[in-house]
């Protein structure tokens, strides 16, 4: 009897798809590079409006109402219906602002979720482009975000908008600290910072369980310091509603009032798909070292809908989070960060350098001779 084999996955992105096709046939690359674009395009609309009515039905859950349900069959159409009513809405800028400014504002604030969805690795054969220095990238363009806060706030010429910028800059600068200590965690256990090489080095296990308490301590790190960056309670100082009315965007209306609402649930979105990524597998099926009874059964799930699930799972933590804990004081929230978060990053990364160093993990890697 033919003993059972887990599955063996090799990525092959869009792009290299595209590189391929063009020493043969242009129009072919050309159709590759379009379509992902169009692609990209169709999940940004699609993911902001799902994600908006989910959340809505999750709070609503939490606070024993039943959400919206009188707009199309439960209430599906309902974020339709809003999208439609901010399109049409009067687009006011202040009469004192910078206008140039505060036009490319919500623009530069979308523009980072929407380059994050094209790394993104949701399949072995759904990733648009996969570069050697993934994690690099991603750190660099996500801190780029804040610039789109910063300028929305200077640019309107308020003080409430002002003082909702500044608190965002200091916050999502200062927990920047901690949710790269968590990624560097990952990339010692994986040994590359490319997002698909990082998936396939969870062949044998998720670095959550795998990497023992400095992966989960990894995770827990990434998932409060990534939540804590996409300005949601209890870390919404920016946008604190009872003392700043909205924050960074207080002036803005319409539609470029729509892109910052759709940059923050596309910004929950690629925050918890690159935390499924790096702590929880990504596309990768469960699998446990050389049990290959399980591996093998585990792979009949196709990865697309792994990816998915583990996604969707982080999202309703980061909601959870949100419609659970109470908004922390500035000095609350600098405390957490500066005197309790980075010490223990820094200890973490320690433990997991120490944990490479002797190879001591419960499947150990194979080691070049």
Not at 33 to 53: D, Q
Not at 105 to 132: C, G, H, K, R, T
Not at 217 to 228: D, E, G, H, N
Request: proline share 5%; with cysteine; aromatic share 12%.
């Amino acid at each position: 009897m033919a003993a059972t084999v887990a599955r063996t996955w090799e990525p092959n992105t869009i792009a290299q798809r595209a590189a391929a096709a063009a020493t043969e046939n242009l129009w072919v690359t050309a159709a590759y590079l379009i379509g992902s674009m169009i692609g990209v395009v169709a999940v940004l609309s699609l993911l902001g409006m799902v994600l908006i009515y989910v959340e809505r039905k999750v709070a609503a859950r939490f606070q024993c109402r039943l959400g919206p349900t009188r707009v199309g069959p439960f209430g599906l159409l309902q974020t339709l219906a809003d999208t439609l009513k901010l399109v049409f809405k009067e687009d006011f800028v202040p009469e004192m602002a910078d206008k140039f400014l505060h036009m490319l504002a919500p623009f530069l604030a979308l523009l980072v979720p929407v380059v994050l969805l094209a790394l993104l690795p949701y399949s072995p054969s759904m990733q648009v482009a996969d570069l050697n220095i993934g994690i690099l990238f991603v750190t660099a363009i996500g801190g780029f975000g804040v610039m789109g806060i910063l300028i929305a706030g200077w640019a309107s010429n308020n003080k409430w908008s002002m003082i909702g910028a500044m608190r965002a800059g200091a916050q999502i600068i200062s927990y920047e600290l901690s949710a790269t200590l968590a990624l560097l965690v990952v990339v010692l256990f994986s040994g590359t910072m490319s997002l698909s090489g990082i998936v396939q080095s969870q062949q044998d296990g998720w670095w959550i369980w795998r990497g023992h308490a400095a992966g989960f301590c990894a995770f827990m790190l990434y998932l409060i310091a990534s939540t804590a960056e996409l300005n949601r309670t209890p870390f919404d100082i920016p946008e604190g509603e009872s003392e700043l009315t909205a924050g960074f965007h207080t002036e803005y209306s319409g539609l470029r009032f729509a892109f910052f609402f759709l940059a923050e649930f596309i910004n929950m979105f690629t925050v918890s798909a690159l935390t499924a990524t790096l702590f929880l597998g990504g596309w990768m099926p469960f699998h446990i070292g050389d049990w290959a009874a399980l591996n093998s059964q585990m792979d009949l799930i196709p990865p697309i809908i792994w990816f998915g699930a583990k996604t969707s799972a982080v999202i309703f933590i980061i909601m959870w989070f949100r419609w659970t804990f109470p908004r922390l004081r500035v000095d609350q929230l600098m405390h957490l960060e500066w005197k309790i978060l980075l010490p223990i990053g820094f200890a973490n990364l320690l433990l997991a350098s120490i944990i490479v160093l002797i190879n001591a993990y419960p499947f150990p890697l194979e080691l070049p001779q």
